[in-house]
């Protein structure tokens, strides 16, 4: 069985936190968490990244994503979405 996670990313970066996010969606698929990024708009400022992962991976893949904002300082520019 597969579990959505939401992404809210916003729309105005700056050259890295561009970067930043491109590395992001990167490691989740080179990972294996999820094969796939469907990008929709939102509104005006934020975009919905959405992926599906196994439901087994789903806190592990959490968790990796929030060490990752953390990380590298992107809580104003991502964050888990629901």
Do not use: C
């Not at 491109?22 to 990008?39: F, N, P």
């Not at 919905?48 to 104003?76: C, G, H, W």
């Amino acid at each position: 069985m597969e579990k959505a996670i939401q992404l809210k990313v916003r729309k105005e970066l700056n050259g890295q936190q561009q970067l930043n996010i491109i590395r992001l969606k990167g490691s989740l698929i080179s990972k294996g968490y999820t094969e796939i990024i469907h990008i929709l708009d939102q509104d005006d400022e934020f975009h919905i990244n959405s992926f599906e992962t196994p439901v087994e991976t789903t806190n592990e893949v959490q968790e990796y994503i929030k060490a990752f904002i953390t990380r590298e300082n992107l809580m104003d520019t991502i964050s888990l979405y629901k």
